[in-house]
């Protein structure tokens, strides 16, 4: 059963509840979220849930009904988020993990490492004890592979994972690694499962050759009842009839997984399918069907592999393979995982100053030097501080999750022109990115030459196409003038700066006219005087935590009955929370389905807020909290 205590449950009496199960015969698994806290109760003697109702501190008592009592999403709603070194696995995410079927020596294990790093992998694979068929077959390099892991990890930063065999070595591979791998012919071996589920780490389950999911879930179960906290369950084919393929990829297995359980699923196309060539198309497929991640395996020279040299990817397919996961996550709102940098490089364009993140705080933003975006950084921060400059806003959200900057500076919305709805589709496609701040700049437009430059010399005047049709009143007075797009403001000052020629204009701000050393031929050319861009602060999920919030942004879908929204609302008006903004954006690949954006004001008693995102859970799918920041 599932124990939901009460919200402000006082200490004494959350140890009494616990004390009171376990000399009933139970085991207790404590869960403490951001607005609960449950015990999942499990054992083999029964108990009258009425007993535990009437305890003070106890909110509700939920019985769970599949065999799979802690990882049955009876007892966990939400999905159960893994953190493992600097990767989050589970939720929007897609974790890639890459590596050879086995450690063969410390020049290959680091150069794969390396390899698949570059391409975008965050955890690292590689076996030290093998389990073959064949007695003859190599067997692992044993404690010798696992320190080359190690080290592989230490030069990239990387998380590893490794296979452990048997109860003897679970000691020896967790000195070294982050992830156990309980392989397909272990899943039955209940005593191994026992063990690792007391060893303290996360741990990766693959499914047995022949087992159905319920079996699947009963041996993650085994893991959970003996206090393992993080499993990550891993689809990689089971046996059938065919035999083309080494095994048949059920990725049916996916979506049916997520459904019944709240542990993340990954699926391994390398041992699926066992043919170099159909990894790529049915990697692609498991993220399309809803995997949180992939597993596979990539060899320098996958024809001298000592194991599964067949099914390991060349370097060059990863990449492809890296490549297309990255077109492909944004249709499914998802995003890649990546590992922050280490090492600071510019990723800009040539006016960008790219010093190391160390001392000042840097602030990426599009566009280039003496954008709007970079004004709203000086007048936000109010500091000395570097600025990074990127060509897209993409760029953006990689530079902060990647920690090439500090935080990010991003446009949401103008008052003439609406929402910037590419930023707001990218914080969803970002799981790790949340809104930390905000501020609202006037937009004053300005023609902007060369220092020799006059109004008469003026034949061709370039801004980005919402810098020209606001200042369509001034334009029309100069109907000679050719009007061309750019794809920034302050970047058509640059870019007129470097053509050199007098009879070129840009319209941008008076600080783009300032960096580059140009005139301002005529101020505020700006149609409408009432020209407002509402910008965001954003950095990665760590380092959101911001005292004293006083607003907050969400997003979530309704479900699919009638008064869906206005029952959503219903919760915000009933706890007199003021909303500040609501706005519908399709969802990608869902014709005719919308997903909600709303700015809240979070009240002085934070908790409260807190509690409406719990009970808006009832009203709503894919709930999810984009920030909660001061304005």
Not at 72 to 81: G, I, V
Not at 116 to 145: D, T
Not at 343 to 355: F, L, N, Q, W
């Amino acid at each position: 059963m599932v124990i939901v205590l009460e919200h402000n449950i006082k200490n004494k009496d959350k140890q009494y509840i616990r004390q009171f199960i376990e000399k009933s015969g139970f085991k207790v698994h404590e869960i403490s979220g951001e607005e609960e806290t449950i015990f999942g109760v499990v054992g083999n003697v029964t108990l009258d849930a009425r007993e535990i109702e009437i305890l003070t501190g106890v909110n509700r008592v939920i019985p769970i009904s599949s065999p799979y009592k802690l990882a049955s999403r009876e007892f966990k709603k939400e999905d159960t988020l893994i953190t493992v070194g600097p990767v989050k696995i589970g939720g929007p995410r897609i974790v890639v993990i890459a590596g050879p079927c086995a450690v063969e020596s410390r020049e290959q294990i680091i150069e794969t490492a390396q390899m698949v790093k570059e391409s975008g992998a965050v955890i690292l694979r590689g076996g030290a004890y093998k389990p073959r068929s064949s007695p003859y077959a190599f067997q692992g390099l044993g404690e010798k592979g696992l320190k080359y892991l190690k080290e592989a990890s230490l030069k990239t930063g990387m998380p590893t994972i490794s296979e452990v065999i048997s109860a003897e070595t679970i000691d020896q591979v967790k000195e070294y690694v982050d992830i156990l791998q309980i392989g397909a012919r272990n899943m039955y071996n209940f005593d191994l499962l026992k063990r690792v589920g007391t060893a303290g780490k996360t741990v990766m389950l693959k499914r047995g050759l022949s087992a159905t999911i319920q079996e699947f879930l009963m041996s993650a179960e085994y893991l959970l009842a003996h206090g393992a906290h993080n499993i990550i369950l891993c689809e990689r084919g089971i046996r059938t009839f065919e035999t083309y393929t080494r095994n048949t990829l059920d990725i049916s297995a996916i979506p049916i997984v997520k459904k019944l359980s709240h542990l993340p699923i990954f699926v391994d196309p390398s041992h699926a399918t066992g043919i170099r060539n159909k990894v790529l198309p049915m990697a692609l497929a498991s993220i399309a069907a809803g995997a949180h991640g992939i597993s596979v395996e990539v060899h320098p020279a996958p024809e001298k592999a000592l194991s599964d040299g067949p099914q390991s990817l060349y370097p060059e397919q990863f990449e492809k393979l890296m490549r297309d996961i990255e077109a492909l996550a944004p249709v499914f709102e998802k995003e890649i995982a990546r590992l922050p940098k280490r090492d600071v490089i510019s990723i800009s364009a040539k006016h960008t100053r790219a010093p190391k993140l160390k001392g000042k705080k840097r602030i990426a933003f599009q566009g280039e030097r003496g954008s709007f975006s970079e004004k709203a950084i000086i007048l936000y921060f109010e500091e000395d501080v570097d600025t990074l400059a990127c060509r897209e806003f993409r760029e953006v959200f990689n530079a902060v999750l990647e920690g090439n900057a500090h935080y990010g500076m991003i446009p949401l919305e103008n008052s003439l022109s609406g929402s910037i709805h590419q930023n707001y589709d990218l914080l969803l496609q970002f799981p790790d990115i949340q809104i930390v701040g905000e501020k609202k700049i006037r937009i004053v437009h300005n023609l902007i030459g060369l220092p020799e430059a006059t109004l008469d010399s003026i034949k061709r005047v370039y801004s980005h196409p919402q810098g020209l049709a606001q200042c369509s009143r001034f334009l029309e007075e100069y109907p000679a003038w050719e009007k061309i797009s750019f794809y920034d403001t302050a970047g058509s000052v640059a870019h007129i700066a470097d053509m050199g020629a007098t009879d070129n204009a840009a319209i941008a701000s008076i600080e783009a006219a300032k960096f580059n050393k140009l005139k301002v031929l005529k101020e505020g050319i700006e149609t409408n005087p009432q020209n407002y861009t509402r910008f965001v602060i954003i950095a990665r999920e760590e380092n959101a935590r911001i005292k004293n919030p006083t607003k907050a942004s969400l997003v979530f879908s309704t479900l699919d009955k009638p008064g869906a929204l206005f029952q959503a609302l219903k919760v915000l008006a009933g706890r007199k929370l003021n909303m500040k903004k609501l706005e519908s954006r399709p969802i990608p690949g869902k014709p005719w389905e919308y997903m909600f954006y709303i700015d809240v004001e979070i009240p002085s008693e934070v908790t409260l807020f807190t509690s409406v995102l719990e009970e808006l859970k009832a009203y709503t799918e894919n709930l999810r909290l984009l920030g909660m920041y001061r304005f």
